[in-house]
């Protein structure tokens, strides 16, 4: 049987609604997603996790109720045996991961982690927002620095860091100025009104060419302590895997 940590992960969050296309809405996967999902696990386990008599409203089996809740029960007892260890021991790694425009929390949060929490190594990566969402909800990330949460369900640890504002560039119209994230999302007819598009994953580059060439983008201001309105938040997440107090040792080094 292969691993299905993250299936069965998805599996227990999404039985707590009616049927599959009430559970998409609610943890952060389309409905083909979850679909292919679900048809994983009872594949693997040779189960049937869907009623799909009515077409329209599949509800959930009562074996897809008493696998979340065996998946859920094997998860806190893994959380207390890791904090029992982390009570008594040095965390030896975490891997980070950030928006490139929030780099400089994520460089003090690493720099905090090292002096006063006591982490030997840390991995710190720049993603786009869907790719760190998505390394994230794969259980590759301990720690993200993000502006948006992961899907729409409520997450253990996080924490609101600050803001950060988006600012519009006009400068040419002639390029459209995009990351991947924002290309995925916009209105590709409104696109066509730009005679060239520019899509970079990497905010450094966006500014390059805005700066050097000229365009049409948002780009984000410098992260900042505190509230605004009409602001992005500054997100620093943890992972459901993470030590209750791991996660308040960073927290409380951040805050003094």
Not at 164 to 183: D, G, P, R, W
């Amino acid at each position: 049987m292969q691993q299905l940590y993250y299936e069965l992960s998805v599996l227990s969050k999404a039985v707590h609604f009616k049927n599959l296309s009430a559970a998409a809405l609610h943890v952060g996967l389309s409905q083909p997603q979850l679909s292919r999902i679900i048809a994983k696990i009872e594949d693997e386990l040779k189960i049937v996790l869907l009623d799909r008599s009515a077409k329209r409203k599949s509800g959930w089996t009562g074996v897809a109720f008493q696998l979340a809740e065996i998946f859920e029960k094997s998860i806190r007892r893994l959380e207390l045996e890791m904090q029992g260890i982390s009570n008594n021991q040095m965390v030896a790694e975490l891997h980070i991961g950030t928006l490139e425009g929030l780099s400089d929390f994520a460089l003090k949060t690493c720099r905090l982690c090292f002096e006063e929490v006591g982490v030997k190594k840390i991995t710190l990566d720049i993603f786009d927002l869907n790719e760190l969402e998505a390394n994230f909800l794969s259980g590759n990330l301990d720690l993200i620095f993000t502006s948006k949460t992961p899907g729409r369900q409520k997450f253990k640890y996080l924490e609101e860091l600050g803001f950060q504002k988006l600012e519009k560039i006009e400068s040419n119209t002639n390029f459209a100025v995009l990351s991947t994230f924002e290309y995925g999302r916009a209105n590709k007819k409104e696109l066509e009104d730009y005679p060239h598009l520019f899509v970079s994953n990497s905010l450094a580059m966006r500014k390059s060419w805005l700066e050097n060439h000229g365009g049409t983008g948002h780009v984000p201001t410098e992260a900042k302590k505190g509230r605004a309105k009409d602001a992005e938040p500054v997100l620093m997440i943890g992972s459901e895997l993470l030590s209750p107090v791991l996660w308040e040792n960073i927290t409380a080094a951040i805050e003094r």
